[in-house]
Nanobody, 121 residues
Framework: QVQLVESGGGLVQAGGSLRLSCAAS?????????MGWYRQAPGKQRELVAR???????NYADSVKGRFTISRDNAKNTMYLQMNSLKPEDTAVYYC??????????????WGQGTQVTVSS
């Protein structure tokens, strides 16, 4: 019903910026609802970074408030995460998540393959 592909990860120095993108391919009869970014550092559990509704309402983890901005372009079925003032503790694999509604199957959740973000000190 939904395929998610992340891009934009890479290596950056502390204080630098990156912008992640998540492109969604949606099958017929499927509507994307809420989307979000999660991250997982080595040896740690996956955690929420930011989420955004179809109407544009957002919420952020306390650790990234004021530094990260989540947005989406519904016409392009694409979500973004602008990351500024990056810190070494932001180093993680970042995953795109989407919740969708399929007319004949109800709601489902999907994950992208992940993109590595590494911040050097």
């Amino acid at each position: 019903q939904v395929q998610l592909v992340e891009s934009g990860g890479g290596l950056v120095q502390a204080g630098g910026s990156l912008r992640l993108s998540c492109a969604a391919s949606v099958m017929i009869f499927t509507t994307i609802n809420e989307m979000g970014w999660y991250r997982q550092a080595p040896g740690k559990q996956r955690e929420l970074v930011a989420r955004i509704t179809s109407g544009g309402s957002t919420n952020y983890a306390d650790s990234v408030k004021g530094r990260f901005t989540i947005s989406r372009d519904n016409a392009k079925n694409t979500m973004y995460l602008q990351m500024n003032s990056l810190k070494p503790e932001d180093t993680a694999v970042y995953y795109c998540n989407a919740e969708s509604t399929y007319r004949f199957g109800g709601r489902n959740a999907y994950w992208g393959q992940g993109t590595q973000v590494t911040v050097s000190s």
